[in-house]
């Protein structure tokens, strides 16, 4: 019988973050610290527009690019938010969460053998969507020594004659890195002189401490050139409603729009009219979230520190990456013995790509109370293993 497979897509690896997500849901009195999903409900004001839209029969197709109101929302928050234009009608469209937007802007603007820069550790999607979108994925191992920003010299040296496209992953997942105004613009000079393009990853700019996000889309010359994404999982609690965004130049909107008429037809119609209460209604919702992720954030950075591990501070996301290189263990060595012996579940960096080698992700989305007891379990860890070097 012929093989029924495609062999490009048996040969992605799948997702190292769900290995252990998958352990720790069948292991009784196990913590999870490795899932990205806020802690916190859909606030009610927004779960009540969706329930509302049900009972009102709005449950048809949307157009394909999404409801316009909706998009308006979206350019109103993005204008209020970093002064950015762009048209609801022919530079929006709403999608099944972020994933999608960047899915279907790779396929809509790689040929085949087109090099897209990743920097890397970052979130698991991009270099498989590369894949599978015919191009090929080119690394930039970001350092801790430089909080795990992209660096101009690192740009530089990554870039080729085939490079098309750079994905900008700040604020990072896993890393909780971000990027300041100062190295933004050395980058967006960068990009303008190579003739590049740029797919913005901002799905968690509202979850900034003691600073505040910038886009690149903001530099002169860089909406153009930007694709600029992001979503309602993150900042208003919103991960089953599977609903995101990208905005950017015309033509390659367009075109993003032909693929997902296609494959998806429209995002969901209640999610959509939840996400219109969120963006009119939903800043304090968020910055309440904001304030408790604060004290977590710092919470955790303290008791890596006091248990001798050193960990950088994340200015951005929901996460920590703590190194534990002292210990003497890969990454995935330490991930597997902390859940069989602690039963607390944490993301080895690897899975992030090779660079995060010597480094854990760990998600502060949760209660502070089951913070507390899985760093009790981390130290116990740490401490026998330290001392059986």
Same mark, same amino acid.
């Given at each position: 019988? *012929?093989?029924?497979?495609?062999?490009?897509?048996?040969?992605?690896?799948?997702?190292?973050? *769900?290995?252990?997500?998958?352990?720790?849901? /069948?292991?009784?009195?196990?913590?999870?610290?490795?899932?990205? /999903?806020?802690?916190?409900?859909?606030?009610?004001?927004?779960?009540?527009?969706?329930?509302?839209?049900?009972?009102?029969?709005?449950?048809? $197709?949307?157009? =394909?690019?999404?409801?316009? /109101?909706?998009?308006?929302?979206? #350019? %109103?928050?993005?204008? *209020?938010? $970093? !002064?950015? =234009?762009?048209? @609801?009608?022919?530079?929006?469209?709403?999608?099944?969460?972020?994933s999608e937007a960047i899915d279907i802007s790779l396929r809509?603007?790689?040929?085949?053998?087109?090099?897209?820069?990743?920097? !890397? @550790?970052?979130?698991?999607? $991009?270099?498989? #969507?590369?894949?599978?979108a015919g191009g090929k994925p080119v690394i930039i191992e970001l350092k801790d020594k430089n909080q795990f920003k992209l660096t101009k010299e690192e740009l530089l040296e990554a870039i080729t004659d085939k490079t098309k496209i750079l994905i900008l992953p700040f604020p990072n997942n896993p890393t909780g890195a971000i990027m300041e105004y100062e190295d933004l613009k050395e980058i967006a000079k960068i990009v303008e002189e190579k003739d590049l393009y740029i797919i913005s990853d901002e799905i968690y700019s509202e979850l900034t401490y003691g600073r505040n996000h910038i886009s690149i889309a903001e530099f002169p010359?860089?909406? /153009? *050139?930007?694709?600029?994404? %992001?979503?309602?999982?993150?900042?208003?609690?919103?991960?089953?409603?599977?609903?995101?965004y990208a905005t950017g130049p015309a033509n390659i909107i367009e075109q993003m729009i032909k693929?997902? !008429?296609?494959?998806?037809? #429209?995002?969901?119609?209640?999610? !959509?009219?939840?996400?219109i209460e969120a963006l009119k209604n939903g800043d304090a919702d968020v910055d309440m979230m904001r304030v408790a992720y604060d004290q977590r954030r710092k919470y955790l950075i303290n008791a890596f520190q006091t248990m001798g591990l050193e960990c950088f501070e994340p200015f951005g996301a929901f996460y920590v990456f703590p190194c534990i290189k002292s210990l003497g263990m890969s990454s995935e060595e330490f991930a597997t013995m902390l859940l069989k012996e602690e039963k607390v579940a944490v993301v080895p960096g690897t899975a992030f790509g090779d660079c995060g080698e010597g480094f854990l992700r760990i998600s502060y989305a949760y209660s502070i109370e089951n913070l507390k007891i899985a760093i009790e379990r981390i130290e116990r860890f740490v401490k026998k293993h330290k001392n059986n070097q």
């Open positions: 019988m *012929r093989n029924p497979l495609s062999k490009l897509v048996v040969n992605i690896q799948p997702s190292g973050i *769900r290995k252990f997500f998958d352990i720790v849901s /069948e292991m009784k009195d196990a913590i999870s610290l490795g899932v990205g /999903e806020p802690d916190f409900d859909t606030p009610w004001h927004i779960r009540e527009e969706g329930i509302y839209s049900l009972e009102k029969g709005k449950t048809f $197709y949307t157009s =394909n690019a999404g409801l316009k /109101e909706l998009k308006e929302e979206i #350019c %109103n928050y993005l204008y *209020r938010r $970093y !002064q950015l =234009n762009y048209s @609801p009608d022919h530079e929006t469209i709403v999608t099944i969460g972020g809509a603007m790689l040929d085949p053998g087109d090099e897209v820069l990743i920097p !890397q @550790p970052s979130y698991v999607s $991009y270099l498989p #969507c590369v894949t599978l010359g860089m909406k /153009e *050139r930007t694709i600029l994404i %992001n979503g309602f999982s993150k900042s208003y609690a919103m991960t089953g409603w599977r609903l995101g693929i997902h !008429q296609f494959a998806i037809m #429209c995002a969901p119609t209640t999610s !959509q009219y939840a996400a």
